[in-house]
């Protein structure tokens, strides 16, 4: 008997990211070197640039492809940035983060300890996309961490 199609498939969970960006085989070998990430499938078009591929970092998958602006799909270089920021939960934010800046990753918020109990960072990298990397180093209660953002922000942005 034939078993039923799955509605997500096996390997993905609920929310999937899907990058899409300007020279995307080199993103894959970005994303490889810098989070260890795993290439699943890569599905290039007739001109070379990757249609569809799968990745997956950890137990997460993502998907990317490379930008094509004449059909309604352009990437984050494109559009002068984006708005969004993947954040990535590593075992070692420092040895990810040397090794993100190492092949050309541009720092926006420097990695250090954060008061919600992290280590933290955010990067853009050579594709346009923004990445937060953080290895968790405190469990906090809402509580605490309510204490700790009121000393630590300024107060225009709701500290004490």
Not at 131 to 140: F, G, K, N, P, S
């Amino acid at each position: 008997m034939k078993q039923a199609t799955r509605a997500i498939p096996e390997g993905f969970h609920t929310i999937t990211p899907h990058l899409v960006c300007e020279g995307a085989a080199r993103a894959l070998d970005f994303y490889h070197e810098c989070f260890g990430a795993v290439e699943v499938s890569r599905m290039p078009g007739p001109d070379g640039r990757i249609m569809h591929a799968e990745m997956r970092i950890g137990d997460s998958m993502f998907m990317l492809c490379d930008d094509f602006p004449d059909y309604g799909s352009p990437g984050p270089l494109g559009l002068k940035g984006s708005p969004v920021v993947i954040h990535l939960y590593v075992r070692d934010a420092d040895a990810v983060w040397e090794r993100a800046m190492a092949a050309g990753a541009r720092a926006t918020m420097p990695l250090g300890d954060a008061f919600w109990g992290d280590r933290y960072g955010q990067f853009v990298d050579p594709f346009g996309h923004r990445w937060a990397v953080a290895t968790h180093i405190r469990d906090m209660t809402v509580d605490e961490i309510q204490q700790a953002m009121a000393r630590e922000m300024p107060p225009e942005c709701g500290g004490a």
